[in-house]
């Protein structure tokens, strides 16, 4: 990390700038079929107990079998990362209560996880980045859930999420805002979506994040941190970070000290409020689960998963820059989402086609398109527009057959009504005049009807304007614009 801080992210207090440090725990939800150590399925909103297997239950005597994909899930994770793969982890037991954890211990790996350091380069704009380091990555089995509010006496366990495999993926205290840590958790989403390792679904609890959070003056060591456990949110990791950091600075101006504690976020309150003080490992008493062999593999193991990956956010950005020449702003808006990306290129270079203008194609893809789709709160895999559709309209413009004004009206119908566009043209008329009689006519009737604005327009070209306006509504905008403006300047005397 850079050894001077950014002005940018000091924090004003009464005794001089403060500084915040954060690093994150996340728990990514592996998209898997099935649970880490049984075969329940997995999956949300399934009635409560209906995907419990006797494993999961945590009943005498079942033994735990690992699930491969979860294995091979958090293989490709830590290869997204740019991270150490460990061929060797082992499974420990970590010892706590919990009324919906029924074994009585989450198995998850500690001392020897399967994934070790990597790093994330994270988009502050579309030329700004800076890198998160990843600590590690290890699997881990899930909780159930407690369900306090459906009776006033009675709290019911729901154990479908019971041994969900997570990867609870470490990162390295390198944000020093909550605007880097928001952008870190951005990057990280977006590249477990396009790896498929995790949905990233943030509603569900598929994706979750342990705040860690401390302060200190520039310069001088890392303070004492404080985490806040479970944030569901992007926007509340933020106002966790804020708050917490000038809770902190409060705390330490006053001349108080900042006790090691975990604490929860309220987001009805925007605070964060002390849930207990700070457990350490040796009070979960970690051993190695006796049920499971260590994790091994080799190295042709995870070659074979690497050859199969698919092309990384940051990759993809670089190629449609060189490729198609786009700009980093529009490459980084198309990455963001693999299907956005995806969709681009098939306006762009359509399978056994000959390809379309890339600044074109992204043009139409970003600013009519999404807007569109934005504007219904849709996203780009609920498009009633298909590229083909989109690259028709853009082939119409090209052909000079319609102008880019009837383009935007042909697009709002392909995408209420849908249609082929070349056929909507054909059908509703919307050709664009390029028969300069046809204009040449238009254009007489309008000077006619306006002697005053042609006397004002010999002394004032720029009313040249004004009259291209006129000619272009009287044609229903059919007119091409270019023609228009030859006739006219030829007519009027305009040089
Ligand atoms: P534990 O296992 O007790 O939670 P770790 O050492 O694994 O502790 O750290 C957990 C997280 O806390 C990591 O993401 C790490 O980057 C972060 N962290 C460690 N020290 C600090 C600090 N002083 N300020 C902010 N975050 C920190
Ligand atoms: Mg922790």
Avoid at 61 to 78: D, F, K, W
Avoid at 133 to 142: K, N, T, V, Y
Avoid at 156 to 173: H, Q, W
Avoid at 234 to 240: E, M, P, T, V
Wanted: hydrophobic share 40%; glycine share 10%; net charge negative.
């Amino acid at each position: 990390m850079t050894a001077h801080a950014n002005p940018k992210n000091l924090i004003p207090g009464a005794t001089g700038d403060w500084e915040v440090v954060i690093g994150l725990e996340i728990h990514a939800q592996v998209a898997s079929n099935a649970k880490l150590f049984s075969g329940a399925a997995v999956g949300f909103g399934a009635p409560e107990n209906s995907q419990v297997s006797l494993v999961d239950a945590a009943m005498p005597g079942m033994l735990p079998v690992i699930n491969e994909e979860c294995v091979r899930q958090a293989i490709r994770t830590g290869l997204g990362l740019k991270a150490k793969i460990n061929y060797r982890s082992v499974f420990d037991r970590k010892n706590y209560f919990y009324p919906d954890l029924p074994q009585g211990y989450q198995i998850s790996q500690y001392k020897s996880p399967i994934v070790g350091e990597g790093e994330v380069t994270v988009d502050l704009s579309p030329t700004e980045s800076f890198t998160v380091g990843i600590e590690r990555l290890h699997l881990e089995q899930d909780a159930g859930k407690s369900i306090h509010d459906q009776s006033p006496t009675l709290s019911y366990i729901d154990l479908n999420r019971s041994g969900t495999a997570l990867m609870e993926i470490v990162s390295k205290p390198d944000m020093r805002s909550a605007d880097e840590a928001k952008a870190y958790v951005t990057k990280l989403r977006t590249i477990l979506r396009y790896l498929g390792t995790c949905d990233g679904d943030m509603e569900k609890g598929n994706l979750r994040a342990d705040v860690n959070v401390s302060v200190r003056k520039p310069g001088d060591a890392f303070g004492t941190r404080c985490e806040i456990k479970n944030v569901n949110s992007i926007r509340f990791i933020g106002q966790a970070i804020d708050y917490e950091a000038r809770r902190q600075i409060g705390i330490i101006e006053d001349g108080g000290k900042i006790n090691q504690e975990t604490r929860l976020f309220d987001a009805g309150k925007g605070e964060t409020r002390s849930m207990r003080s700070k457990e350490e490992a040796h009070d979960y008493r970690y051993f190695p689960d006796p049920d499971l062999l260590p994790l091994e593999f080799d190295q042709a193991y995870v070659d074979d998963l690497a050859g199969h990956l698919s092309e990384l956010p940051d990759a993809k950005k670089a190629r449609l820059i060189a490729q198609y020449g786009l700009t980093p702003y529009d490459a980084s808006i198309l990455v963001l989402e693999k299907e956005s990306a995806d969709y681009f290129e098939a306006v762009a270079s359509p399978a056994g086609k000959p390809g379309r203008d890339g600044k074109q194609a992204a043009n139409w893809v970003i600013n009519e398109l999404f807007g569109r789709l934005n504007k219904e709160g849709r996203d780009v895999t609920a498009s009633p527009v298909a590229p083909a559709q989109i690259g028709g309209i853009i082939d119409l413009i090209q052909a000079g057959t319609i102008s880019g004004k009837l383009a935007k009206d042909l697009f709002e119908i392909v995408f209420t009504e849908g249609g082929d566009p070349a056929e909507i043209v054909e059908a509703r008329g919307m050709k664009q005049v390029t028969d300069t009689g046809a204009i040449e006519k238009v254009i007489d009737e309008v000077i006619a009807a306006n002697p005053d604005k042609v006397e004002q327009a010999k002394a004032k070209p720029t009313m040249l304007g004004w009259f291209v306006g006129q000619v272009m509504k009287a044609s229903g905008g059919k007119a091409n614009p270019g023609a228009v403006n030859e006739i006219l300047k030829a007519k009027l005397g305009i040089e």
